[in-house]
């Protein structure tokens, strides 16, 4: 078993997962629990591997140095959703869509101040000239049919038929992309703003389907939040079922707004491939492989 600090963290995640952990002690054989206390493992393989489980997501949340207060937005990656907490209480939850293998989304802490209502989308430079480029060389009428305007480094537009796509590379390409507000937008009609360095957002999104897909790690790095309007609407009122005036004025009116919420809350971006939750036990896929190594770390595999 893992070692554990002298101070215990102030997370409900931890505490329940510690319940998780003496449930699961409890059902194996005398014999065996006292094998496992004594700093051994047992015979089954699957009682094994759920204790590991469980044991280096405890570490994971020994290791925790932010303090999560009253209220606060919990992102975990694995679990594909996210979780308003309020007094150690899931008080809103939703599925989301995080960034695929090769753009995994961070595990991060910031506070979250504002929202914007009808946003741009300032396609990053990467996405731009390795998925974008391609298709506006073989199709000059992509960027009209998907909203996008061009910008100059004086952030003046364009007309996309005067630029010299085929002479443009991934070395070579000195325009920005931005698409316009609306419900071809691929951040949908909100996004949730937050200091980070890795120019992370929460967002909505145009292509809903994919919250069906049950592994949902499909995204550039940016967090796709399903019931993101309802968050908006909580956000703003503090109530679950109550609506943000604000909110549904500029929905309606169908114009680009940003708005400040009348308390930051902290968000806090997890990996965390178990929980216990309303006594039931959550097993998710390691979808970034950060188990393995932890395993191998910890129990000297």
């Known amino acids: 078993c893992l070692c554990t600090c002298e101070q215990e963290p102030d997370w409900v995640e931890y505490h329940q997962?510690?319940?998780?952990?003496?449930?699961?002690?409890?059902?194996?054989?005398?014999?065996?629990?006292?094998?496992?206390?004594?700093?051994?493992?047992?015979?089954?393989?699957?009682?094994?591997?759920?204790?590991?489980?469980?044991?280096?997501?405890?570490?994971?949340?020994?290791?925790?140095?932010?303090?999560?207060?009253?209220?606060?937005?919990?992102?975990?990656?694995?679990?594909?959703?996210?979780?308003?907490?309020?007094?150690?209480?899931?008080?809103?939850?939703?599925?989301?869509?995080?960034?695929?293998?090769?753009?995994?989304?961070?595990?991060?802490?910031?506070k979250l101040e504002c929202l914007t209502l009808y946003p741009y989308w300032y396609v990053p430079r990467k996405?731009?000239?390795?998925?974008?480029?391609?298709?506006?060389?073989?199709?000059?009428?992509?960027?009209?049919?998907?909203?996008?305007?061009?910008?100059?480094?004086?952030?003046?537009?364009?007309?996309?038929?005067?630029?010299?796509?085929?002479?443009?590379?991934?070395?070579?390409?000195p325009v920005t992309l931005r698409q316009r507000e609306g419900s071809v937008n691929a951040l949908g009609l909100v996004k949730f703003v937050f200091d980070n360095p890795y120019q992370v957002y929460l967002h909505d999104t145009n292509a809903r389907g994919l919250f069906n897909n049950e592994y949902r790690a499909l995204s550039h790095g940016c967090v796709r939040v399903e019931h993101a309007i309802t968050l908006a609407h909580l956000l703003l009122t503090g109530r679950p079922k109550q609506k943000s005036v604000i909110v549904d004025r500029y929905i309606q009116k169908k114009e680009r707004r940003t708005v400040s919420l009348p308390e930051s809350i902290p968000i806090h971006i997890r990996y965390v491939t178990a929980e216990f939750r309303e006594g039931i036990f959550y097993s998710y896929q390691d979808v970034y492989r950060e188990d393995e190594s932890l395993i191998r770390t910890f129990y000297q595999l």
């Open 17 to 110: 997962l510690k319940k998780a952990l003496k449930i699961l002690l409890d059902t194996l054989p005398q014999t065996e629990r006292q094998v496992v206390l004594n700093g051994g493992t047992p015979d089954n393989v699957s009682c094994q591997s759920k204790l590991q489980q469980v044991e280096i997501n405890l570490e994971r949340w020994r290791q925790e140095k932010e303090i999560p207060g009253d209220r606060y937005l919990l992102v975990n990656i694995p679990a594909f959703r996210l979780y308003y907490m309020r007094a150690d209480t899931v008080f809103f939850s939703s599925k989301i869509i995080v960034g695929a293998i090769d753009r995994q989304t961070p595990v991060l802490s910031s």
């Open 127 to 173: 996405i731009a000239v390795e998925e974008y480029l391609p298709v506006i060389k073989r199709d000059s009428m992509f960027l009209y049919r998907n909203n996008f305007d061009v910008l100059n480094r004086e952030g003046e537009i364009l007309n996309p038929a005067s630029i010299p796509w085929q002479r443009y590379t991934e070395n070579n390409f």
